[in-house]
Nanobody, 121 residues
Framework: QVQLVESGGGLVQPGGSLRLSCAASGSTFSVNAMAWYRQAPGKERELVAAVTNGGGTNYLDSVKGRFTISRDNARNRVYLQMNSLKPEDTAVYYC???????????????WGQGTQVTVSS
């Protein structure tokens, strides 16, 4: 099994910054893409940013230029640096990793438990 643990959420004022971290552990034989999603109350979960194991990235249009995703392949960690935060960024943020647990297993999606980010004055 693979476990993902997020940290770094909290309450921040508009215009402030937060850095989210996510660590994958357990049977992480191979980790492919890693990503951050978010879900606001009453809304569907949406992809915020993703990064491949080769370093390729993509972002939700509304966070481009404000958020930066990065990863540490050696430690199976992914980060989300969030700057110039807005009230509409308020949501529960989830980490996802696409992993396989052995040479013969298929890649599967694994999710963290989520961390709350609240942007409010």
């Amino acid at each position: 099994q693979v476990q993902l643990v997020e940290s770094g959420g909290g309450l921040v004022q508009p215009g402030g910054s937060l850095r989210l971290s996510c660590a994958a552990s357990g049977s992480t034989f191979s980790v492919n893409a890693m990503a951050w999603y978010r879900q606001a109350p009453g809304k569907e979960r949406e992809l915020v940013a993703a990064v491949t194991n080769g370093g390729g990235t993509n972002y939700l249009d509304s966070v481009k230029g404000r958020f930066t995703i990065s990863r540490d392949n050696a430690r199976n960690r992914v980060y989300l640096q969030m700057n110039s935060l807005k009230p509409e960024d308020t949501a529960v943020y989830y980490c996802k990793a696409v992993c396989r647990t052995s040479y013969t297993s298929a890649y599967q999606d694994y999710w963290g438990q989520g961390t709350q980010v609240t942007v409010s004055s």
